[in-house]
């Protein structure tokens, strides 16, 4: 009887090592001139990946890739500035200063070289990373990532400057909330639950409005999407299949990564991720073990 005893309570000791959840992920923060951008470490492994949020989200849009990945690799999510638990002072937000925050937190949790991957503007924001920090990036990956395709047909083009002028002027709207709610609508699926919309809407209305306004604004700016360089860096885009993303589209991608394994999901929307994270998840993970 003792020696059951004895054995039940090293099995209840060795719980936590033997079979036991994996430890929850550690949050740190980095200093950005002066102020506090929030990330999130865990996991150990040779390779690192760094998940970035999109538009006005935080780290807790990757809740279904930390766990898929911590075990295998060292995984980092990061809250741009702004965002979630990280400071959000009064400076304009651009894709450029979100590559330095990436930056900054690299060099804070020792880390040399990553995977970036990017969800929606948090494409934009891998982009530029990759763009100024070719030393520290090892690869990419698209999580149906923004960009802006310029267009050369000029009916093309006025529409495209008809969309961006819509989109700044929905936020300019007294009711926020209610254009962020329609906004969300038009990337949304039946596949996407009302619990899945409830959180994005929570998060996304959460975001401070001048944080948000400054981001799209740079998002959106033309200036920003012209002469890109080509990059030879391991790159997966995830994209679904929406019918407003055309064969252009899709050369514009291919044109700017040499190096791309290009996917496309059917079904689901924007934020797939969320509602198919299996998928998702073992598609990166084929990507991981094929280039690193």
């Known amino acids: ?41 865990a996991g150990s492994g040779s390779t690192t990946i760094v998940f970035i949020h999109g538009w006005s989200c935080d780290t807790e849009f990757w809740k279904y890739q930390t766990p898929a990945f911590r075990d295998d690799y060292r995984v980092i999510l990061i809250d741009l500035p702004g965002h979630g638990k990280s400071d959000a002072p ?24 990553a995977v970036v991957a990017g969800h929606s503007m948090g494409f934009a924001v891998v982009w530029r990373f990759a763009i100024k920090y070719p030393a520290n990036t090892a ?3 698209s999580v149906d990532g923004f ?12 529409t495209l400057k008809q969309n961006i002028d819509m989109i700044k002027g929905g936020l300019k709207m007294p009711d926020r909330e209610a254009f962020l709610t329609m906004f969300l609508e038009s990337m949304y699926t039946e596949k996407t639950t009302p619990q899945i919309r409830e959180f994005i ?8 409005k001048h944080v948000g306004d400054s981001a799209m ?39 700017h990564f ?24 073992a598609t990166l993970k084929a990507f991981l073990e094929a280039n690193f």
């Open 1 to 41: 009887m003792k020696l059951h005893l004895l054995l039940t309570l090293v099995c209840i000791l060795l719980l936590s090592g033997c079979g036991g959840k994996s430890p929850a992920p550690q949050s740190h923060y980095a200093d950005y001139d002066g102020h506090k951008v929030h990330y999130q470490t």
């Open 201 to 208: 809407l929570k998060k996304m209305s959460a975001t401070g």
């Open 217 to 255: 604004d740079d998002l959106l700016n033309l200036d920003n999407w012209r002469d890109l360089p080509v990059l030879g860096v391991p790159t997966l885009a995830v994209y679904v299949n929406n019918p407003d993303y055309k064969d252009q589209d899709r050369a514009f991608i291919h044109k």
């Open 90 to 113: 009064e400076i304009d937000y651009t894709m450029d200063a979100f590559a330095d925050a990436i930056k900054v937190v690299l060099d804070h949790s020792s880390t040399e070289k």
């Open 258 to 281: 040499n190096n791309l394994d290009y996917h496309e999901i059917k079904d689901y929307s924007h934020f797939f991720m969320l509602e198919t994270p299996d998928d998702f998840n």
């Open 139 to 141: 690869g990419v990956c």
């Open 147 to 158: 960009f802006l395709r310029i267009p050369d047909d000029p009916e093309e083009f006025a």
